[in-house]
């Protein structure tokens, strides 16, 4: 008796306890915790019934029905009668489901959009859920698990979602050594090594979770770029991931090395312009295609950082990408040639470059290839003004590219949820073709009517059991997919979705959790750069604050070049009396930004340089502001703390003091931006710190002392 007891207890520890360690993100399937819903449901969906046979379709039909039965922890039959409550899942094209439906509304989904719709057959009440390809009706089923997840009413549905945007992208910034560069949450979850052989469960997982939010391709590869992935023995792995993705509708792409044909080709040149060397890519394209027959295509870096690229050999950028546009396009393959250039000669203003190189080239490039560009004209930081590319080349379709990894967000540790920054940008107003010519519209095409178009995020995913290190990072791979798939969804829609699938439905923990997420933005902005400073972290891992730094190898490595802090003032003059920057935008958006006096203060050092008795909207003086905000910094961090430990009664432990931990070293890391910032800052100010401000507990010289040999995400 007492034998059977303990066995049932250890039976009990083992499966009733399981540790929550993140690893499901917001595809739990838990069953659902409140009993009246619970049961609601129950008499909603009875069964399911499957009208087709490929393996997209049978995931999506494991996927309902796994998440079915989590969530109302009950057998989910499967049947061909149809009954009260049964979900019909398959292509429009079945003659079943043809019946059912308008065809208006199926020929607007196009080859990705799905419908959710409640109907009536035989006097039954079903619900379908249809589209026109079978990864529609894959990305179907996610939605309508996420009703359920997230405790929807479903009694009368009547959904259409069609993606705004075609190529929903992962940037994946790993080396073939497993090293990610960036990389926050451990080494890479591409094992080179046991690949083609070994296929590690979590490339399947890693598939259904982009699935879930619409991503649809994945470039595998560091844009700092191998050109060993291009041979044979790396083929046959990347084909083998590609294989695991493509039943998940997910395109694998590479990042091509400007200079393989000589690296792996045993050429002499890699000039655009050489006919053997634009044969050696045409026959390396038709060699991949054999292996991938579905390959996305090129990812490219080129002449910048020290990347090789056309400008080696007196060629242009549309040079070099129209060769590697050629060889794909007998495969309907694309090149995404990347607009973060910046020259080897010192620029006036690094902001200027991509613009200044790309302009000329408006209208230039061949109709596949589309031009990736950074959010913002320097590099991810906190906030950026929009890159004065967007609307500026109209003939040339452009795709964003956003950073997921938090490189200068707080890295691994910093709960900062990124859903307001990319809202901010694709809302921005270019003007470029009138009022409301916002950068959604030019990356989703609609501006310019272009029929390719993408948007690109660089992962923030390794190989740590819950992917992303902090739980909360999740909620930016997510953001950004569900973003490319509608940019019109806003920043707490997505956190609220969010929290449901990946915490727990009550209001009360919802509403809080939304509220500390949405304010995290704004807080690292202002305990790392308010008021437009950018560009201020330590160089070369950008980890903290080194705003003094100014012996790097070229000028615009410098923080010192960013911020030009002296006895003036502080910020960077980008106005007709400086470099002329704002020139680069449409004169309804330089207005805005040209007049200190007026501009949004949150862009001011990013376009003037100000002086420290500068008066601001609030009264107060450019310095004490300053002081100001870096506190505000400090204080949201201090808040956020203690909303989250007032939570502990809602989630499982381990998230809960996962998070509590990394609050407290986002704490002590703000105030240490802070500190450090406010004393260097001063030394040019040479004002006090305002009175009631809490003082610094190091002096400069030890801020500037602190050396991070070792911190993650160097490459
Ligand atoms: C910067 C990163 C660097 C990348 C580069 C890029 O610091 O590691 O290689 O951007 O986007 O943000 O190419």
């Given at each position: 008796?007492?034998?059977?007891?303990?066995?049932?207890?250890?039976?009990l520890?083992?499966?009733?306890?399981q540790a929550?360690?993140?690893?499901?993100?917001?595809?739990?399937?838990?069953?659902?915790?409140?009993?009246?819903i619970?049961?609601?449901?129950?008499?909603?969906i009875?069964?399911?019934?499957?009208?087709?046979?490929?393996?997209?379709?049978?995931?999506?039909?494991?996927?309902?029905i796994?998440?079915?039965?989590?969530?109302?922890d009950?057998?989910?039959?499967?049947?061909?009668?149809?009954?009260?409550?049964s979900?019909l899942?398959?292509?429009?094209?079945?003659?079943?489901?043809?019946?059912?439906?308008?065809k208006?509304?199926?020929?607007?989904?196009?080859?990705?959009?799905?419908?959710?719709r409640?109907?009536?057959?035989n006097?039954?009440?079903?619900?379908?859920i249809?589209?026109?390809?079978?990864?529609?009706?894959?990305?179907?089923?996610f939605?309508?698990?996420?009703?359920?997840?997230?405790?929807?009413?479903?009694?009368?549905?009547?959904?259409?979602?069609?993606?705004?945007?075609?190529?929903r992208?992962?940037?994946?910034?790993?080396?073939?050594?497993?090293?990610?560069e960036?990389?926050?949450a451990?080494?890479?979850?591409?094992?080179?090594?046991?690949l083609?052989?070994?296929?590690?469960?979590?490339?399947?997982?890693?598939?259904?979770?982009?699935?879930?939010?619409?991503?649809?391709?994945?470039?595998?590869?560091?844009?700092?770029?191998?050109?060993l992935?291009?041979?044979?023995?790396?083929l046959?792995?990347?084909?083998a991931?590609?294989?695991v993705?493509?039943?998940?509708g997910?395109?694998?792409?590479?990042?091509?090395?400007f200079?393989?044909?000589?690296?792996?080709?045993?050429?002499k040149?890699?000039?655009p312009?050489?006919?053997?060397?634009?044969?050696?890519?045409?026959?390396?394209?038709?060699?991949?295609?054999?292996y991938?027959?579905?390959?996305?295509?090129?990812?490219?870096?080129?002449?910048?950082?020290?990347?090789?690229?056309?400008?080696?050999?007196?060629?242009?950028?549309?040079?070099?990408?129209?060769?590697?546009?050629?060889?794909?396009?007998p495969?309907?393959?694309?090149?995404?040639?990347?607009?973060f250039?910046?020259?080897?000669?010192?620029?006036d203003?690094?902001?200027?470059q991509?613009?200044?190189?790309?302009?000329?080239?408006?209208?230039?490039?061949?109709?596949n290839?589309?031009?990736?560009?950074?959010?913002g004209?320097?590099?991810?930081?906190?906030?950026?003004?929009?890159h004065?590319l967007?609307?500026?080349?109209?003939?040339?379709?452009?795709?964003?590219?956003?950073?997921?990894?938090?490189?200068?967000?707080?890295?691994?540790t910093h709960?900062?949820?990124?859903?307001?920054?990319?809202?901010?940008?694709?809302?921005?107003?270019t003007?470029?073709?009138?009022?409301?010519?916002?950068?959604?519209?030019?990356?989703?095409?609609?501006?310019?009517?272009?029929?390719?178009?993408?948007?690109?995020g660089?992962?923030?995913?390794?190989?740590?059991?819950n992917?992303?290190?902090?739980?909360f990072?999740?909620a930016?791979?997510?953001?950004?997919?569900?973003?490319?798939?509608?940019?019109?969804?806003?920043?707490?829609?997505?956190a609220?979705?969010?929290?449901r699938?990946t915490?727990?439905?009550?209001?009360?923990?919802?509403?809080?959790?939304k509220?500390?997420?949405?304010?995290?933005?704004?807080?690292?902005?202002?305990?790392?750069t308010p008021?437009g400073?950018?560009?201020?972290?330590?160089?070369?891992?950008?980890?903290?604050?080194?705003p003094?730094?100014?012996?790097a190898?070229?000028?615009?490595?410098?923080?010192?070049?960013?911020?030009?802090?002296?006895?003036?003032?502080?910020?960077?003059?980008?106005?007709?009396?400086?470099?002329?920057?704002?020139?680069?935008?449409?004169?309804?958006?330089?207005?805005?930004?040209?007049?200190?006096n007026?501009?949004d203060?949150?862009?001011l050092?990013?376009?003037?340089?100000?002086?420290?008795?500068?008066?601001?909207?609030?009264?107060?003086?450019l310095w004490?502001?300053?002081?100001?905000?870096?506190?505000?910094?400090?204080?949201?961090?201090?808040?956020?703390?203690?909303?989250?430990?007032?939570?502990?009664?809602?989630?499982?432990?381990?998230?809960?003091?996962?998070?509590k931990?990394?609050?407290?070293?986002q704490?002590?890391?703000?105030?240490?931006?802070?500190?450090?910032?406010?004393?260097?800052?001063?030394?040019?100010?040479?004002?006090?710190?305002?009175?009631?401000?809490e003082?610094?507990?190091?002096?400069?010289d030890?801020?500037?002392?602190?050396r991070?040999?070792?911190?993650?995400?160097?490459?």
């Open positions: 008796m007492k034998r059977t007891k303990l066995l049932l207890l250890s039976i520890l083992a499966f009733g306890s929550e360690d993140g690893y499901r993100l917001w595809l739990r399937y838990d069953k659902i915790d409140d009993n009246v619970l049961q609601q449901y129950n008499r909603l009875t069964s399911i019934n499957f009208y087709g046979s490929s393996p997209t379709l049978t995931a999506a039909k494991t996927e309902l796994n998440g079915l039965q989590g969530l109302l009950k057998k989910i039959l499967y049947q061909s009668t149809i009954n009260n409550g979900v899942i398959g292509i429009s094209s079945s003659s079943f489901i043809k019946t059912l439906l308008d208006n509304d199926l020929n607007s989904l196009g080859k990705e959009g799905y419908i959710i409640t109907a009536k057959s006097q039954k009440n079903i619900t379908i249809t589209a026109n390809s079978d990864v529609a009706v894959l990305y179907g089923v939605y309508f698990l996420r009703l359920i997840q997230t405790h929807q009413n479903i009694l009368q549905l009547s959904i259409i979602s069609v993606p705004k945007i075609q190529n992208i992962l940037d994946h910034w790993d080396n073939l050594n497993r090293t990610v960036r990389g926050y451990g080494i890479s979850i591409w094992n080179w090594h046991e083609p052989d070994y296929i590690d469960h979590r490339y399947i997982d890693y598939a259904r979770a982009n699935a879930s939010i619409g991503i649809n391709g994945t470039v595998l590869t560091n844009v700092n770029a191998n050109a992935v291009l041979t044979k023995d790396y046959v792995k990347v084909a991931l590609a294989n993705f493509r039943t998940y997910i395109k694998v792409y590479l990042t091509a090395k200079s393989a044909p000589v690296e792996i080709g045993g050429l040149t890699a000039d312009l050489n006919a053997e060397v634009q044969n050696w890519w045409k026959q390396k394209a038709d060699e991949i295609y054999k991938i027959p579905d390959f996305g295509g090129f990812l490219v870096k080129a002449n910048s950082e020290g990347q090789p690229g056309p400008q080696t050999y007196g060629r242009t950028h549309a040079d070099g990408a129209n060769m590697l546009a050629d060889a794909l396009a495969h309907n393959g694309i090149v995404m040639w990347r607009a250039v910046y020259s080897n000669e010192t620029p203003d690094r902001f200027k991509a613009y200044n190189e790309f302009k000329p080239f408006d209208g230039k490039f061949k109709s290839v589309i031009i990736q560009v950074k959010n004209p320097i590099d991810f930081q906190p906030r950026e003004p929009f004065p967007f609307g500026a080349i109209p003939q040339t379709p452009l795709m964003m590219e956003f950073q997921i990894t938090q490189e200068y967000l707080g890295q691994g709960l900062v949820y990124e859903a307001p920054l990319f809202k901010e940008t694709l809302n921005a107003d003007y470029s073709n009138g009022v409301g010519s916002t950068v959604a519209k030019v990356v989703d095409g609609s501006m310019n009517n272009f029929q390719i178009s993408g948007m690109a660089v992962a923030n995913i390794g190989n740590e059991r992917w992303t290190n902090h739980p990072a999740q930016n791979w997510y953001a950004f997919g569900r973003l490319a798939w509608d940019h019109d969804l806003s920043a707490p829609q997505i609220d979705e969010w929290i699938q915490f727990s439905n009550k209001k009360l923990f919802v509403d809080e959790v509220k500390i997420m949405l304010a995290s933005r704004e807080a690292v902005v202002n305990y790392m008021l400073l950018h560009h201020i972290m330590g160089t070369g891992n950008h980890y903290g604050p080194a003094w730094v100014s012996n190898g070229r000028a615009d490595w410098n923080p010192v070049y960013y911020h030009k802090a002296d006895s003036a003032g502080i910020g960077f003059d980008r106005t007709a009396t400086g470099s002329n920057a704002l020139a680069q935008y449409k004169s309804e958006v330089s207005n805005q930004w040209k007049d200190s007026t501009c203060e949150k862009y050092l990013w376009f003037h340089h100000v002086s420290w008795g500068h008066t601001m909207k609030s009264g107060k003086t004490q502001e300053l002081c100001a905000k870096y506190q505000q910094g400090v204080d949201s961090v201090r808040w956020m703390q203690h909303q989250w430990i007032g939570l502990k009664d809602f989630i499982d432990e381990e998230r809960f003091n996962q998070v931990m990394f609050l407290s070293i704490e002590k890391e703000a105030e240490w931006w802070r500190n450090a910032c406010l004393l260097y800052f001063q030394t040019f100010s040479k004002m006090p710190l305002p009175d009631g401000y003082k610094p507990d190091h002096t400069l030890y801020y500037k002392s602190l991070f040999p070792y911190a993650p995400g160097s490459g």
